[in-house]
């Protein structure tokens, strides 16, 4: 199989270089980094709902966007990426895409390990040392062939990262950012310094050749202009803005199992409750208010609620507080409901209990993911 160590290469290139490789029906293993940042989004993501694209042109940051799915990611030059393009019918696609994830990561496991770095796989895709994430990785199919893709993050900007994602509120972004800080780590972080990046590749390539039959592959004119064409193509005005999903819900994907959600409150309900101060709504109608809640292996890690003051003499704190380390499931959410309840002396509040119901446990899903 071919190997192409591009080094630093064009933003672009470096997720042009496997879609051209498919298109051109070559298998082969890429190791490269960009020269600069970029904003690449999953081939369903939705421009205009994730990407802060006023931010993005403020800064000198472009966008492309993949062929394959995932959510919408920060690449810059502190990342290392390696990118295998195979056949369908190649037989290590032994399995479920799942279980080749295990085998495919495992380089950049060891390599971490070289670096007196303890990983693991946290499945589906991602690897985590203790607990944070340092490596996120996707697949898809593109022309026939199976694409995976992987990095190893030698530094992250997380600041960076929740600036250019379009989201609903300064809160939210800084529930991001923290989110982030908490959930996130780096090489550089883990060892208190920034290795070499040739050091991390070598080790990486060396890996790859314990398990792979890797010779030097040229990166040849005809493969440059190939190059050349799908960056045009997944930069194009077109294939950004194609229509993708869109939900009420706005979730960001901090790693496997760990979300930041914004969920915005069902429906105005202040005409009903004692003690309403005025909030421009009708009841019935649509409703300012909303939820940011972390969720993390399906249970409530942060609960915080903001502009409801239609809610503020029922004492939220105490349902974040009795909300907070919940299962998200209905069931545990009714129960924390119901004790929440009990300290309301008039009981006006529990005219909406499902209406609160249905704010905590929204299940609408999309959004980005790194």
Known sequence: MDLYRLGAIPWAETQAIYHALAQKQQEGLVICRPAGRCVCLGLHDDLQQEVNTGY????????????????????????????????????????????????????????????????A?????????????????GAGDINGFSVYTGNILL????????????????????QLR??????????????????????????????????LDLRRGEYSPALRQAVRQAAEYLTSPEFLNLPGKRTRVRQVKIKEGTYVRLQPFPQCIKTTVA????????????????AVLVIQNNKIIE?????????EPYNL?????????????ERDVRLAL?????????????????????????????????
């Not at 940051?61 to 690449?75: N, Y």
């Not at 908490?182 to 398990?211: C, K, N, Q």
């Not at 903001?306 to 809610?311: A, K, V």
Request: with cysteine; aromatic share 10%.
């Open 56 to 119: 993005c042109g403020d800064h000198n940051i472009p966008i492309i966007r993949r062929d394959i799915g995932g959510g919408m990611v920060l690449l810059a030059e502190e990342q290392i990426f390696f990118q295998l393009v195979l056949r369908s019918f190649n037989p290590l696609l032994t399995g479920r895409r799942e279980e080749f994830f295990v085998q495919f990561l495992q380089p950049a496991i060891k390599t971490l390990a070289d670096f007196a770095v303890r990983a």
């Open 121 to 137: 796989i946290k499945l589906p895709a991602d690897i985590v040392v203790n607990g944070k994430k340092i490596s996120g990785n």
């Open 155 to 174: 530094a992250f900007d997380r600041t960076a990262m929740a600036n250019v994602l379009q989201v609903p509120g300064r809160r939210f972004r800084e």
């Open 178 to 211: 923290l989110s982030m800080a908490r959930y996130l780590t780096s090489l550089s972080e883990e060892l208190g310094y920034m290795p070499a990046y040739g050091a991390v590749e070598d080790r990486l390539v060396y890996h790859f050749s314990a398990w």
């Open 275 to 290: 003690g309403q101060s005025g909030c421009g709504s009708r009841r019935g109608g649509p409703c300012a208010g909303y």
């Open 303 to 311: 609960f915080e609620s903001q502009e409801l003051p239609c809610l």
């Open 317 to 329: 704190p105490a349902l974040a507080a009795g909300l907070t380390g919940r299962s998200w499931r």
């Open 338 to 370: 119901t004790e929440w309840c009990r300290r309301d002396e008039n009981g006006a509040v529990k005219i909406f209990k499902d209406i609160l119901i249905d704010w905590i446990v929204a299940r609408q899903e999309t959004g980005s993911d790194f």
